[in-house]
Structure formats: C-alpha cells, structure tokens
C-alpha cells in the first residue's frame, strides 16, 4: 500500500485492518507528508509491518529496496492518491520511496484518488489520470460527498469497502481462465483508397479493449488483433498485434483462431472496400467521381466456418432496426455461441463512448439485458457468460 498526503489518509488505516482481516500480508509506504497525517505507529501495528517512508533508513544505516518492494507485491494500492503524486506517476517522477517502488512494480496498480472539487476536475488531473490508465494502471475512482473544504462534490477517496471489495475480485477471478487462449479483435477497419485516403468509421476499439483486459484480468493468454486506434490503455499481459485493413485483420485472426479456446470479435469491420487502390493521389479532375466497391472477407462467418466443438465464438451486431431479429440472423449464419447486441437506438451504447447498452442472445435463444454501463462493466458481463463455456 502507498499512502499519500491527504486528509483522506485516516481511510487508509481502515483499508490496512480490512486487507489484514482478509488474510492480505501488507507492507505500507509512505511519503514524507503522509506522516502528517498518519502515524508510523498505527499503521505498523496494524500490518504488523516496519513502515517505509525514506530510500534511506537513519536508525539501521539501511537502504530500503524499493525494488524487492516492486516485486514482492501481487498488488499496489496507492491510496489516497494526492493530484501531485497522480501528476509524479504519469510523469516518471521519482523523489520518493513510493513513486519509486511504483516504477519498479510489475504488479497490477490500483490508486484511488482523493483531493478537494477544483483540483479533480482540472485538466492536468484529468489528462494525468487518462495517462496512469492508458499505462494499464486501475481507478478506483473518487466518490461525491462533503469534502474536507466544505465544498460539496467530487474527490472524496473511494470508501476502503469498495477498495477492499475490488481487490476481493480481482484477486479471485485472477485464475479462472488460466490455462485458456482467447482471441478478441477490435477497433476499425481503414480501406485505402489512395496514398492519402481510405474509408474507414468511427470505432474506438474501447469495447473490444476492455474485453481483452478482463480476459487477461482472469489469468487467460490473450491475442488482441486491433484496428487503427490509440493503441493505449491494453493490460501488459495481452498481446497485441496491429492491422489496418480487413485483409490482414482476416489473417491474423485466421492464424491465431487455430490456437484459441475461444474468440470474441467486436471489431467495425468494412465490409466493402475499393475495388482499386490508386498508387497517387485521386485528383479533382473529373466532374463526378463514381466508386466501385468490392465486398471484404466477413471473418467471424470465416472463423465460424472453420471452428471446432471445443471452441467457442462470439460475434457482435450493430443495429438501427429489427435488432433482435437480426441479431439471431447472425448468430445462426456465423455459427456463435452468443452474440452481443448493440442498438444504435439506446442512448449511451454505440461508437466512441465510454458507455454501452447490451444484450447478449445465446443459440439457445436466452437472453440477458442489461442496462446502459461503462464499457469496462459491460466487459466483465460479457467475459462472465463465455467463462461459462469455458
Ligand atoms: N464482421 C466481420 N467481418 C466483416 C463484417 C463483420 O468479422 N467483414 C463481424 C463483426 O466484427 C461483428 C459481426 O461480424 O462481430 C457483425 O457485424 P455487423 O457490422 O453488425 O454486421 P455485418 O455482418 O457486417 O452485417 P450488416 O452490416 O449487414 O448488418
């Protein structure tokens, strides 16, 4: 655990009895201002731990390993997070024991940040937070309430239950799926046209991302084939291969499926593409400019025609109309198992949001509906229904 120096710092030594109760083994570090706020001596009692807080130790003539640190943890919890440790993390800044031991930490890192309204909601805390995820770290994200100003708002440190509770998770989904392969490929397709254009669409990938990352979560060996989009905010454990056009999405996918147990395909893929790729730039010389397309490789019908019993398929389907009745259509022409249903009709659901509405139809016709979630939940929902294929 790090401790930072916020008054929310009193909500760590809760955090400490309960990870203890709990059966954790807990070494805790400091930053220097975090011992004004708490004790040495609460937190070693506590955790039944000498506490760190300096690279060097005067009274043992000792240096503290924040190395061994690093490694030693399954997990590292920085809580509270103050805007200026948040600003030192996302930045590779390293004048103390904590940020030091979170550069060498190769563990999951969970923080939770905690600081008054005005300060949460500035960009650079913002932009700073957006960094530490897109570098795989987790939020455990501020709550609203009375803050320590007076100011009502957002800021307040998640309550230590929630911490605690996310932990519990993580460390007990951590090897459900190991031993399992699992393919999931996301983003869009861009279909070149000419040195400086293509057809392409506005995916985000952040869907099929989240699928990845709770899939690696569960301890699965996970192959991510994605399309052109911000290739951050994927778990260090899951392998990514890039592509651009469906072509080469149809063969890595098509080379990985052999391997996997499983395959989740939440890509946009284009379904159409120039016939033709002009070697120059298309100049505006003529007075109407017609474009032939020619149809892609649909390849989760592909991975459907090839797939064994033992492996298990998952498509998506975007709908404007008759989503259901569609939806079933694919399922059944692309040989799934479950199929996720967007319609792009449900507010919050759809390309580059942080949110999405879906519900999952299985072959034998069940169905589960859910209610407009952040991605990352909506992941978790539908990693639970295909670990039960698994
Ligand atoms: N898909 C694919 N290859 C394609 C087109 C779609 O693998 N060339 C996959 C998508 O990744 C998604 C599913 O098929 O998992 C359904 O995609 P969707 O766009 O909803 O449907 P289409 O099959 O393209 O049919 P239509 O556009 O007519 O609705």
Redesign the pocket.
Known sequence: MGITGGIAAYKAISLVRLLIKGGAQVQIICTPSALDFVTPLTLSTLSKNAIHSHFFVQETGKWTNHVELGKWADAFIIAPATANTLTKMANGYCDNLLLATYLSADCPIYFAPAMDLDMYTHPTTTTNIDKLLAYGNQELPAGSGELASGLEGKGRMCEPEEIFNTLDRHFRLSTTLSGKTILV?AGPTFEKLDPVRFIGNYSSGKMGKAIANSLAKRGATVHLVLGPVDKGGVHSRVQVTNIEN?HDLYEACSSIFKECDAAV???????YKPASRADQKIKKTAKEFTLDLVK??????ELGAIKTKKQTLV?????TQNEYE?AVT?LEK?NLDFIVLNSMNDKGAGFGKDTNKVTLIERTGKKHTFGTKPKTEVAEDIVDLLSTYL
């Open positions: 490929n469906t395909l939440s890509a946009a893929v284009a379904d892609t490789k649909d390849v989760l019908k498509g998506f389907a975007l709908e569609n694919k692309k």
